[in-house]
């Protein structure tokens, strides 16, 4: 949970600001409930045995993939994790491409070749979700180096949960990026729980990512994660000084997670109250308050939901109808030349 | 033609590609001010500048990662990690990254580099600075696996891995960078997956890799010159891609094989190659084929028991004398 001096570092003007104005505004509130029900349809699809194998869901987190996908622009590219199905979707990937890919089906993104904790869309930026903790920092790293050789002017994102900060690779790649001047932006999404093990358990720190910014000679920031606005204007900022050539930055984004940590947990390892509580501050609902706070109408609220469910319930459709993968794409792709050949 | 060193030639390959194309750039520990801890990249940072040429911290997984990063993105690094036996702590890009990324993503997603390192036994560093991990690399679909003898192939191969649109793990042995060779003027481009047969012989083939090479070679001249045994004697120098024609061709003609390792036995490279050629060419065999190894022992660092410890002329001379019933 956010402390109250973490809220008053947060940048200002979560209230009536209206620095980011109506159609921003619209926008982040789309992606939000989009991201609610695509992940929603996930789980309901996992519950007919429709969805095969693991799923983790960003059930509750979603205003830190809309906040930072909407910042985003074309060219600038994500890297996400395992628990990565929100910030896919966020870049603008089609729902259906991502329950195909949960369905295991052939209109999957990688038309079931990678599965649900590997979606990718380099089409939409989406660089790839990676499943082994803290593996994807140092490739952030690569691709922002890549931006800074070249002269080009877009920005690495790098999401990942508390419990990345407590492997090597996190400490590797921050102090790469400080040292080199990258402008990638690294995300720590703090939902409380490293999979089922309370963070601050196993955790030097009260911030596990934050606290140890200076340690790489950053700022320690540390933002509300359920408000999409703060999120947004924490992600322009930092997108601004990485594109100025300024060098990395680490945001640490206080959340929490409806769900378990994968399909298979019911978080019961929780304290009771803790998820109501939590629910309260529920970032949708934070934000359909901050919408009508501007005037948006019900009405205008109801058509973007009605929207996005139709987009979600065509999406099931389309993906319960798609066919299995056809099994000759086993063998492809192994090898750039397209085959497996390791030999003549 | 010059002789030059496999050392020089290290060099001298990466300044080849490094000047031919501007998106090729390298990375690692201590290669650019200081030149390798080895010498194998004196004089590049100053020829390419601090933008392509760049030291990094002591991060095995930064420098693997960065690689990875940058290539997906349109790159062509080469990354350097000092000593093999290293590539334990950056595995999980070995292993998990580089090699199944463009699977994983349907083909979206390519991973063009070269990871570079020092391989293998005789500088008498221990068991953590000595191994040959090639077969670490090589049972892993997606990588490919080189490991050159001689500085032109040195060269050849080094830029072959650059331009090849995979990433591939580069080992240089560090028993061979003070050896000498001729290498021919101008730029040398060699093909990868294609074994070289570097001595004719009727009575058995030797298969040999890397440092093994020049050992297979000599006892090759002694069992000739003592035993009266011809000896064929392969240069793999590619484990993925495999040649297994050259390998499955000149066994047709000796009928016996001897596959001579770095590696410690259990799952060595040479254990493929008997398998492949048990499987295709058993008919065309007189014997049993015979693997020369490292025991399964970790490397020992003092000199006596390290130069034993390897396959020698001596010992191979003697497998195959005794095999051959001669």
Redesign the interface.
């Known amino acids: 949970m956010a402390t109250a001096k973490d809220r008053a570092q947060a940048p200002a003007g979560s209230g009536l600001n209206d620095d980011i104005g109506e159609d921003k505004r619209l926008a982040l509130y789309r992606s939000q409930v989009r991201l609610r029900d695509a992940e929603q349809r996930a789980y309901d699809l996992f519950l007919q045995n429709l969805v095969k194998g693991t799923s983790h869901l960003s059930l509750g987190q979603e205003a830190i993939a809309a906040g930072f996908g909407e910042a985003m622009v074309k060219g600038d590219?994500s890297f996400c994790t395992y628990r990565g199905h929100a910030h896919t979707l966020a870049r603008g990937v089609p729902v259906e491409k991502v329950l195909g890919e949960l369905m295991q089906k052939d209109n999957g993104?990688?038309?079931g070749?990678?599965?649900s904790m590997?979606l990718?869309?380099?089409e939409h930026g989406v660089?790839?979700s990676?499943a082994?903790i803290?593996?994807?920092?140092?490739?952030?790293?690569?691709?922002?180096?890549?931006?800074q050789?070249?002269g080009d002017k877009d920005v690495?994102v790098c999401f990942f949960g508390d419990g990345t900060t407590n492997i090597?690779?996190f400490h590797?790649?921050l102090?790469?990026a400080a040292?080199?001047k990258l402008p990638v932006v690294f995300v720590c999404e703090n939902n409380l729980y490293m999979e089922y093990t309370p963070i601050a358990d196993v955790t030097a720190v009260e911030h596990p990512a934050a606290d140890r910014a200076s340690a790489y000679g950053l700022e320690r920031i540390v933002i509300d994660g359920n408000d999409a606005d703060v999120v947004y204007r924490a992600a322009q900022k930092a997108f601004a000084k990485a594109r100025a050539g300024e060098g990395p930055s680490l945001i640490e984004c206080m959340t929490y997670r409806h769900s378990g940590h994968s399909r298979a947990d019911p978080a019961k390892y929780r304290p009771e109250g803790e998820l109501e509580k939590w629910k309260e501050r529920d970032p949708i609902k934070i934000y359909r308050e901050r919408l009508k706070q501007f005037g948006v109408s019900d009405a205008k609220i109801e058509e973007i939901e009605t929207s996005v469910r139709k987009e979600v319930d065509d999406a099931t459709e389309v993906c319960k109808a798609a066919p299995m993968p056809p099994l000759d794409?086993l063998t492809?792709?192994?090898?750039?030349?397209?085959g497996?050949?390791?030999?003549? | 033609m010059a002789e030059i060193s496999y050392r020089d030639a290290v060099i001298r390959g990466i300044a080849q590609e490094m000047a031919r194309d501007n998106d090729v750039v390298f990375l690692g520990e201590d290669v650019a001010k200081a030149g390798g801890v080895f010498k194998a990249t004196v004089g590049l940072y100053e020829q390419f500048g601090p933008l392509r040429v760049r030291d990094t911290p002591i991060s095995e997984q930064a420098i693997l990662g960065a690689a990875m990063g940058a290539a997906m993105t349109g790159l062509k690094p080469i990354a350097e990690i000092m000593f093999s036996d290293f590539f334990a702590v950056c595995f999980d890009y070995i292993a998990n990254e580089f090699p199944k990324s463009r699977y994983m993503s349907n083909g979206q997603t390519k991973c063009p580099l070269v990871v570079r390192t020092g391989n293998g036994a005789g500088s008498r560093f221990g068991a953590q600075h000595s191994q040959s991990v090639e077969n670490w690399c090589m049972m892993i679909p997606g990588l490919k696996v080189v490991a050159p003898s001689s500085p032109v192939d040195v060269i050849g191969l080094l830029a072959a891995s650059v331009r090849d649109p995979d990433p591939v793990i580069f080992l240089e042995h560090k028993s061979l960078y003070a050896t000498k060779g001729e290498v021919p003027d101008g730029e040398i481009l060699d093909t990868l997956g294609t074994a070289k047969v570097l001595r004719q012989g009727s009575d058995c083939t030797i298969v040999a890799l890397a440092l093994m090479v020049s050992r297979a070679l000599a006892a090759a001249e002694t069992l000739k010159a003592e035993h009266g045994i011809d000896c064929e004697v392969i240069d793999v120098r590619s484990l993925v891609p495999l040649d297994t024609q050259t390998i499955l061709g000149s066994v047709a003609k000796t009928h016996r094989l001897f596959t001579v390792e770095e590696n410690p036995r259990l799952c060595g490279w040479g254990a493929e190659i008997v398998s492949i050629v048990a499987d295709e060419a058993f008919y065309d065999l007189d014997g049993p084929p015979v693997r020369i190894t490292t025991p399964h022992i970790p490397l020992p660092a003092a000199d006596i028991l390290e130069d034993i410890v390897l396959p020698t002329p001596a010992r191979i001379v003697e497998t195959i004398r005794k095999s051959l019933g001669s």
């Open positions: 590219l993104l990688m038309r070749k990678g599965g590997h990718t869309s380099e660089m790839g990676y082994i803290g593996a994807h920092l140092p490739i952030a790293c690569g691709a922002a180096w890549r931006a050789y070249k690495s090597g690779a590797e790649a102090n790469f040292v080199w794409i492809t792709d192994v090898y750039a030349d397209g497996w050949a390791w030999r003549n």
